[in-house]
Structures are given as C-alpha cells and as structure tokens.
C-alpha cells in the first residue's frame, strides 16, 4: 500500500517563494502520474499541477508561471516549486499518486492521497 507524506508548507509573505514536497512510503511510485492539488476552507478541492508517468506536465491557469512540477525517481519524491505566491495560494496542499493523466489534464486516484500540508500566505 503506498503511504505519502506532503511537506514543505508553512506561513509565507506575499511574493515569496515555497517548496513542497511528497515523499512515498511503503510502495514505490516512481513511475506513477501524480497530481498537486489545494484545497481552502470551504472551497472545493482543486487540481494545481500534474506530472504524467512522462514527464508531461499540467498547470492550472491560477498557478501557471508560479509553480514548476517535477519528480526525483531516485529519492520517489514528488515535488512543487512555488514562486511569487499570493494570499490566495493559501490552502491545505495535497499529493496524488496513480491517477490518469490524459487529454491534457490529471484525474486522482481514490486511494493514494496524502494528508495535506499547510501553506499560508499573508504579511
């Protein structure tokens, strides 16, 4: 069973930058699609970025030019650089592994999900 864990998040000044990070445990997923999403309160879970089994990546337009998608196969890490974040970047960030990356865009995995890291961004 694969287990992940996010990392990384914490509280950020407005044009700041963040790096998270989800590691696997348990079960290797180097060669999985994984996805990024964030959820705020109140406010439906949204998908953030997604890299395919690839190396293809997606991003969603709030986030395109902010945030940079990649994966270490030897570490099984996933990773999401963020850059110049903005009060509304503020959310709990979650990893996916195993889901379908097709037509341009990530569809989770029920199963593999990890519990969320907090990024909050204010000054």
């Known amino acids: 069973q694969v287990q992940l864990v996010e990392s990384g998040g914490g509280l950020v000044q407005p044009g700041g930058s963040l790096r998270l990070s989800c590691a696997a445990s348990g079960t290797i997923f180097s060669t999985y699609a994984m996805g990024w999403y964030r959820q705020a309160p109140g406010k439906q879970r949204e998908l953030v970025a997604a890299?395919?089994?690839?190396?293809?990546?997606y991003y969603a337009d709030s986030v395109k030019g902010r945030v940079t998608i990649s994966k270490d196969r030897a570490k099984i890490t996933v990773y999401l650089q963020m850059s110049n974040l903005k009060p509304e970047d503020t959310a709990v960030y979650y990893c996916?592994?195993?889901?379908?990356?097709?037509?341009?865009?990530?569809?989770?995995?029920?199963?593999?999900w990890g519990q969320g890291t907090q990024v909050t961004v204010s000054s």
């Open positions: 996916n592994a195993g889901g379908l990356y097709s037509g341009g865009t990530y569809y989770p995995s029920s199963e593999y």
């Open positions: 890299i395919s089994r690839g190396g293809i990546t």
